[in-house]
């Protein structure tokens, strides 16, 4: 099993342009989650999708921010435009079934440190 | 609203000295509290979940204990490769799937 696979690692941009991340979660997993890590607020739940639909996306900042999953295997998260307070690590976890279960744990991607001038 | 307050920030210890780390948190009904671990440039990588207070976990050196205000993750006789970032979570029974993190507490293990 490769993980959750996000892309780019990193990702350097100025002010005002548009940025993409992209996410595939573990095959079979049925919950994807987007977590923004910072500093100063530490991990912050962005957006939550269960079966490719959106349940909750109270945690984004802003309608710059927007994320889809078109399929059971892909997901992006758009920044549009970016600013340089958006620089942070933005993660990606899946999991199978409900995130309390004692079998379905998050598993974290990598990341993407997003860097915005 | 759910909070979780890890202590301390940042710890060293000699390798073998054993310690704990703090996460207390408040939160209207506690559905599940996690530990997770992270290394540098990864992401956390999940090691617990505790569900209600009394409970214990074990994995390896680490051990994880649950009252009704907060956990502790014990580290007996740590090692190097235990130097990481520990994060506490929690999930409340309102918050869907939703986890609030703490900022975290990064341990370092001198040889």
């Known amino acids: 099993d490769a993980g959750v696979i996000q892309s780019p690692r990193h990702e350097v941009t100025e002010m005002g342009q548009e940025v993409t991340l992209r996410c595939k979660p573990i095959?079979?997993?049925?919950?994807l989650f987007w977590y923004r890590q910072t500093m100063m607020r530490g991990l912050e739940l962005l957006i939550y999708?269960?079966?490719?639909?959106?349940?909750?996306d109270s945690g984004m900042p802003e309608d710059r921010f927007s994320a889809k999953m078109p399929n059971a295997s892909f997901s992006t998260l758009k920044i549009q435009p970016s600013e340089p307070r958006d620089s942070a690590v933005y993660f990606c976890?899946?999991?199978?079934?409900?995130?309390?279960?004692?079998?379905?744990?998050?598993?974290f991607g990598n990341g993407t440190r997003l860097t915005v001038t | 609203e759910d909070q979780v307050t890890q202590s301390p920030e940042a710890l060293r210890l000699q390798e073998g000295e054993s310690s704990s780390l703090n996460c207390s948190y408040t939160?209207?009904?506690?559905?599940?509290l996690f530990w997770y671990r992270q290394d540098p440039g990864k992401g956390p990588e999940f090691l617990f979940t505790?569900?209600?207070a009394g409970e214990e976990k074990e994995k390896e050196r680490l051990k994880a204990t649950l009252t009704k205000k907060e956990s502790f993750l014990h580290i007996t006789a740590p090692k190097p490769e235990d130097s990481a970032t520990y994060l506490c979570?929690?999930?409340?029974?309102?918050?869907?799937?939703?986890?609030?993190f703490g900022q975290g507490t990064r341990l370092t293990i001198n040889p």
């Open positions: 976890a899946s999991s199978l079934g409900a995130a309390s279960s004692y079998n379905s744990p998050l598993h």
């Open positions: 095959s079979g997993h049925d919950y």
């Open positions: 999708f269960n079966n490719n639909v959106p349940i909750d």
């Open positions: 939160v209207s009904g506690l559905r599940g």
């Open positions: 505790l569900y209600s």
């Open positions: 979570a929690v999930q409340d029974r309102w918050g869907a799937q939703k986890l609030v």
